[in-house]
């Protein structure tokens, strides 16, 4: 953390994701850095995929924040290195699963793009006999499985 | 930048994001007509993901050419002819089979593009930009990958309409893969790599899916082509007077 920049963090540290709205932008990672130049402060985010549309009102939400304390950034996108499910806090993985989501697997070279996945746990009855029905759920960042034991279908945060 | 370096660079992304931007807006056509719900799902997200890299490059774009002032008015505002889209893309769906091996063909091919240009890229900010581009468009070519096969090995009827589907897509993959004069300046000059020389990975991966659908890999030769050069098809006019009508019709207009 810059100096100089703690009360911006402060202030956008409860900011929530538009589409996971019980997720902070600080559990998912989004915000990458704060820093001050000669005459502005810079705040870069890493959008969790390049198409997200809720990256559009991220960017309002924290333009919208930090006027509120007399500040005026510039958001600047960052891609490299490319956002990661890895920079979910455990506090966000926690209330992934509270809120009926399975959290992405930590990052490996077996789990990467969930290509040789094999265990999933239901969210909702933590039975491990689950299967994939789609690769993509409810957005871009998801797949959707199902319960075989439960049967209820649940979205699963994909490994990237 | 020098001048004539910048006009590369324009040139360049603007391929890119028109390969992109056309492609995301034909498989948005699914939206609400996919063959399930799940496949309703995924084929917008595919276009979403296809959309966004189109604008994050059209906005790379905007910054070298001040003629455009952001990323709307170079995909919704310039003419037939100023679109540098492969004729591929712009193709009509056809059926699903179609549809899906056409994004296999596609999402393969960008997959090892951008992997070649997270290795070396003279434009700083296409080179982060691949990195993320990669992990996606692997993403879309194996979720495609996994339909030829299934389609493929499927039913008789289902192997008959991916075989269709292949003959259908033939003659434009020679463009894919065609070398020109402005595709060598940017491999000499370590911005862009030459898409003849993504062929072979492209081959091995995209015959052995192929092989695994007991579907024949098609010829290679190089039919037809315009569309780097902005000659389109019949089918980009009615495209693009879908894609333009709500800037056309309201300038300016945003969400």
Sequence with gaps: MEKGTEKLWDVLKDLTDPELPFLTLDDLGVIREIKRNDKNHVVTIAPTYIGCPAISVIEKKIASELKKIGISPIIEKSFSPPWSSDWISENGRKKMEDFGISPPHPRNAETIGDSLLKEVKCPQCTSYRTEKVSEFGSTACKSLYRCLDCKEPFDHFKCV | ?255
């Excluded at chain 2, 192929?210 to 780097?228: E, H, S, T, V």
């Design chain 2, 1 to 255: 930048m020098k001048n004539n370096s910048a006009d590369m660079v324009f040139e360049g992304l603007l391929r890119i994001a028109d390969d992109n931007l056309i492609l995301g807006h034909r498989t948005s056509e699914w939206c609400g007509h996919a063959p399930t719900l799940e496949e309703d799902l995924a084929l917008p997200n595919i276009a979403l993901d296809l959309i966004g890299h189109a604008q994050t490059l059209y906005c790379l774009a905007c910054e070298i050419d001040s003629r455009y002032k952001n990323e709307d008015q170079l995909a919704f505002l310039r003419l037939e002819h100023e679109y540098k889209n492969l004729l591929l893309v712009e193709q009509e769906n056809g059926d699903f089979g179609n549809t899906v091996l056409r994004l296999f063909y596609f999402s393969t091919f960008m997959k090892y593009f951008w992997e070649r240009v997270k290795i070396k890229c003279c434009f700083k900010k296409l080179k982060e930009f691949s990195e993320k581009a990669f992990l996606e468009t692997s993403y879309h070519s194996k979720y495609a990958s996994q339909w030829v096969v299934t389609l493929g090995d499927g039913t008789d009827e289902s192997n008959l309409k991916m075989s269709n589907a292949i003959a259908n897509l033939e003659p434009f993959l020679g463009e894919l893969f065609n070398n020109d004069d402005f595709t060598e300046m940017c491999s000499q000059n370590d911005f862009l790599p030459e898409p003849r020389s993504i062929f072979d990975s492209w081959k091995n991966e995209v015959e052995a899916i192929l092989q695994k659908g007991n579907l024949d890999f098609p010829a290679i030769i190089l039919k037809k082509r315009g569309g780097r050069k902005g000659e389109h098809s019949e089918a980009f006019g009615y495209l693009l007077s879908d894609l333009q009508y709500m800037q056309r019709a309201y300038p300016n207009s945003s969400w």
